[in-house]
Every structure is written in C-alpha cells, then in structure tokens.
C-alpha cells in the first residue's frame, strides 16, 4: 500500500509555441485585471480620495483569489465533517484565524484597528443555527457563493441575490410581525429616544436592534480583563487566550474524533504514542496544501486590510466613509447620522443587504424608516458602496484565478439547485441579520480581533450546518428511494 | 394547471444527475502505471456535497483493490476528495484536469 499522496495532471494547458496570450482564458483574465486597474486610475484621476474605496476592491481582489486557491468553502467546513468525515476546511479556516489573529494584534498595537465587539447575547446563537443551517442547501456561504459566482456558478449569484433581499426585507419587515417582539423590547426601545423617522416601535428588527441589542454588552476579552499593557492586552490575551488556543483546541479535537483513526490505520501504527499523534496532527493540517496555503494568505490579508484602512482613516481624519461621501457631495445614500456601512475589514452580508434595500428604494419603496438603513448603514448607490466592492472584487479575483487555472465554467443550476439557492438564501439572509454578521462578519472578524462572541456564532452554525446535514440526508435518500438507478 | 405540472416535472427533471458506469476500462495514469477502473461515476454538473456522497457509497461497495474513477467538475470537490480517500482507508491515485473538468482514480484497499 503506497502512502504517496496521488498526482495531480494537468491536461488542459497547452502552453504552444505562441505563447500565453493565445489562448483566450489567459486573455480574458488579462482583461479583466486591466479593467480594475483601469478603472481605479480613472476614479483617481476623478478624485484621490477615492482610494479609500479602492483599498476595498483590491483587497476584495486578493480575497478572491486565495478563496479559489484553496476551494476555500466554509460552507463544506461544516458540511463535509458531519456528511463525509473529512476535517479539511475545518483546520483551514482555523489556520486562518490564528493568522488574523496575530496580524490583528499587531496592527491594534500600532493603534490602527477599527474594530468594534459585537454585543454578546443569545441571538449569537440563534442567528448562527439559521445561517449554518440554510449554508448546507445553498452549497455555499456567503462569501463562498461570491468566489463560485466568480468560477461561472450561476446557482451562487441566486444565492448572492436571494440573501441581498432576504435581508433588506427582513430589516424592515414591521405590522403583524412586531407581535414577535416582546413588550419589553418595545419599552426599551422608546427609552432610546431615536428620531421620529426611524419609527424604531415600528418594525421587529428595530425594536430587537434598539431593545435588545442595545441592552447588551460586548467587548473583547482583553477590555473586559481590564488589562490596559497593548501588548499583552492584544498579543496573550485577545490573540492567544481568545484565538490561538482555542482553535488549537479545535484542531486536536477535529484530529481526535475525524483523523485519528485513519492516520494510525494508514501508518500502522500498534501502539501510538504522542509523537504520532503530532504528526498525524500535522499530516492533517497539510493533508490539503492549497487549503493551508490559502488560509494563510487570507489571515494574512484580512489583517493587512484592517491596518491600511485605519492608516487611511487617520490620513483623511474621518471615522467613516459616510463623512468623505458627504464632502464630495454624494449625500444621497447616508444615514441620517451622514454615515454608510464601512467596516473597515473583511465583511460580506451587510453590504449585501444594501444592493437589496437600493433597488427596492429605487423601486419606490421607503427604506430608511429603520436604525439599520436609516440610522447606521445608509443605502448607497452601489456604484459608491465602498465594502460592496469588496464583494464584487472577491467576485472578480475569484474568475481571473478561475480563468488562469481553467476552472471557469459557466453552471446552469438544475431546478433544485435554484429552489436550494433561493430558501437556503433567504435563511442565510435572516440568520446573518439576527446575529450581525456572517460566517466572515460574526465568527472570523469577531474571534481574532479577541471577541469571543465570535465562537458563539460558530457554536450555532456549527449545530445548524448538523441539522442541515442531516435533512439533507433525508431528502437525497428519499430522492434515490424514488428512482431506480443511483441517481444522487 | 396540468401544463403547469408537467412544465415543473420537466425543469425538475433536468436535474443533474449521477452516473454510474460499472463497465470496465483500462486507464493510463500519469506515472506510467495502467489500471483497470472497475466503477466509474460521472458527476457533472453535481456539486457538493454529492459527489463526495457517491464515492463514499461507492467505496463502501467496492471489493479492496478496485479502482473508482470520479468524473466532476466542482473544484471543491476535487479539493476534498484526495482528503476522503484517506479518511476512507483508501489510495488516492491520481487527479487529471481535463476541459471538460476532473477524473479521480482512487483504489479501495483493505
């Protein structure tokens, strides 16, 4: 029995005698990397402050294409582990955090981060268990269908569609849905004292927003410790206590439960002492190279694109991009505070949720009598929707590594697919909103920047993307039990 | 309304289904060695998590020393897959990347 890893052959390159530039994949993923360029030298010619937006589709760029790299599917995090037993992306995406952990703690040393703690409470975990749960039937979450959209996947861009407008529906969604909200949450919301034209009594996510949300508390573990050194506060505490170790709890609980076994079969192995277990830990950690590879990059990036935005930040003098829109005159899209969501880091749903809510306004309909849209996040014209380009940059990255691998291929979703697509969207949409963030927003944004409300969200996901795995199950035993071949 | 059930039956219906080839062929791979491939499934247009799902129910039946050649044009699959055999007790052999997408050798063994 051989215990080399199988080849990998790629028969679709025929490099030719006339070189790269003849076959039209490279050519098209040649254009598509001078379109950005392009067209960032012409809004900076327009005017340099701009840039702040380009830090964004850049970035979005980089995100792309390290997702392709490592078919970095967070979806099949979950998904994988309870259908199949196969821990891969699981030990990516904690490869990545640890990553962006550290660089987060330098660049919150160096005073740059603009991170903020998300309030700590139950909807954590309730929003996570809905997320993780429509993640199992879409294939994909949220960033992942925006790096498959990029790979020619059309059931993703239904995906990307139904979570825009799950979400901006779900913001202002008010009448016979208020019944939901508890008569506390209505009473404290008064006490806020919010402008009229917010009518934060109006409206289920208002009220869960302004009194229940606002009620709590969240910080990172450091703050909450009380400890003030910035290098022991950022490095031991928030990246090490907060990140590191659980993670490295994590992956020797994923090597236990889902590797152990088969590492000391393959190995024969009689009696495994420690030091096989470390490196059957590290065969599983490097069982997928691109995955590793990509996790690392993307940690990385993600942690550069804090630091540049807060140098940034502190060049222009502003908090928010809300503030640069309103002197260059594009006052239409901010909150009635002049902001627009700008996070700063890597964010995926929110920005979503304003590509929804901006072509429903444009449709005529009132979107801005809500803290969401019309207190914080504003509903910008997506041309000038800074994080929105991050999207369409992971989009973009994602198609020119597709092309240049060959990878890119235009998928007709089957009528499943799209029924699949559009409910697992709009669960994903709800789920996203009710815990403030995704996957990306909620888990990996919060955990390395020493939030632990972070592992909240992935403990419900997690339960989710397990309910999810198993009526998955169901449904395709029920399909096969219906046809006679094997038809999964 | 009965257009309207046989308009949905036949979308429904173009959904993309698994393959399986039990006809035997022999295959090159690329470091010379020529196997004989015992299950072949073809899983165009799938995408995750079934064609994992068919390789493993496929390997749960196959004899130890047959050979399963996955046909499947989802790169997350491909990514998993060598991933899956090991878990499996099995040998990833090779990956091919053809235009049409990818064709995985995997022999079952014990």
């Known amino acids: 029995m051989s215990k080399e890893p199988g080849v990998y052959v790629d028969l679709t390159v025929d490099e030719g005698p006339s ?5 039209k994949e490279n050519r098209y993923a040649a254009a598509i990397m001078a379109l950005v360029a392009l067209g960032s030298v012409w809004a900076l010619l327009q005017d340099t402050r701009w840039v702040y937006l380009l830090v964004y589709v850049w970035f979005g760029l980089a995100y792309g294409m390290f997702l392709q790299y490592g078919r970095f599917c967070m979806a099949s995090a979950v998904r994988d582990l309870f259908a199949v037993g196969v821990p891969r992306m699981a030990v990516g ?31 954590i975990i309730i929003g996570g268990l809905i997320f993780g749960f429509g993640i199992i039937f879409t294939g994909g979450c949220a960033t992942g269908s925006l790096y498959k959209a990029g790979e020619g996947n059309l059931g993703s861009v239904l995906v990307i569609i139904s979570i825009s407008f799950s979400q901006a529906i779900f913001v202002v969604l008010g009448g016979w849905f208020d019944k939901f909200a508890p008569a506390s949450w209505t009473t404290s919301a008064l006490d806020k004292g919010m402008p009229e034209e917010l009518s934060v009594t109006q409206g289920w996510f208002d009220l869960f927003t302004a009194g229940y949300v606002w009620d709590l508390k969240g910080s990172t573990l450091a703050a909450m410790l009380g400890v003030s050194n910035p290098i022991v506060a950022s490095y031991l505490i928030n990246s090490l206590l907060v990140t590191i170790l659980p993670a490295i709890v994590i992956v020797v609980l994923l090597y236990a439960f889902y590797y152990r076994k088969g590492h000391v079969r393959r190995e024969k192995i009689e009696q495994p002492v420690l030091k096989d277990h470390i490196r059957g830990i590290w065969s599983m950690v490097t069982s997928s190279k691109n995955t590793a590879i990509a996790g690392i990059g993307l940690g990385a990036f993600a942690g550069l694109h ?7 930040r502190d060049h222009y003098g502003i908090f928010n991009f809300g503030e640069m829109l309103a002197d260059m005159g594009h006052k239409a899209g901010l909150s009635i505070q002049d902001t627009v969501f700008d996070p700063g880091y890597w ?43 991050m999207s369409i940059g992971i989009i973009l990255g994602a198609a020119v590594l597709a092309l240049l691998r060959r990878e890119f291929k235009i998928k007709v979703p089957s009528m499943e697919t799209v029924v699949f697509a559009l409910v697992g969207g709009l669960l994903m949409g709800i789920g996203a909103r009710v815990a403030m963030g995704c996957n990306i927003g909620a888990y990996f944004a919060t955990v390395s920047n020493g939030d632990p409300s972070g592992w909240l969200f992935l403990l419900g996901m997690v339960a989710g993307g397990y309910v999810g795995v198993k ?3 169901l449904w395709i035993s029920w399909r096969v039990s219906r046809s006679d071949d094997f038809a999964l | 309304m009965k257009l309207l059930v046989t308009l949905w039956r036949k979308w429904f219906k173009r959904s993309h289904e698994v393959t399986v080839n039990k006809g035997l ?3 090159e791979l690329p470091d010379g060695e020529i196997v004989q491939v015992t299950h072949s499934a073809d899983c165009i247009g799938a995408s995750c998590p079934r064609p994992q799902l068919v390789t493993m129910q496929m390997l749960d039946e196959m004899e130890s020393g047959d050979i399963l050649e996955l046909v499947s044009d989802n790169s997350t699959t491909v990514e998993t897959i060598p991933a899956l055999a090991m878990v499996l007790y099995s040998d990833h052999l090779a990956t091919l990347h053809t235009k049409t997408g990818w064709r995985i050798y995997i022999r079952k063994s014990d």
């Open chain 1, 347 to 389: 964010y995926i749903t929110t920005q979503e949720a304003q590509w929804g809510a901006w072509v429903m306004e444009t449709m005529g309909m009132d979107m801005r009598d809500n803290i969401f849209f019309g207190l914080d996040n504003g509903v910008p014209n997506p041309l000038i929707n800074a994080p929105g380009f």
């Open chain 1, 306 to 312: 804090v630091w540049v935005t807060g140098i940034l």
């Open chain 2, 25 to 27: 062929h022999q295959v």
């Open chain 1, 19 to 23: 070189g790269w530039f003849t076959q």
């Open chain 1, 471 to 473: 009526l998955f199950n």
């Open chain 1, 93 to 123: 995406i904690m490869i990545a955090v640890c990553l962006y952990s550290l660089v987060a703690a330098t660049v919150q040393v160096s005073g740059f981060n603009a991170f903020h703690p998300h309030p700590l409470g139950w909807h």
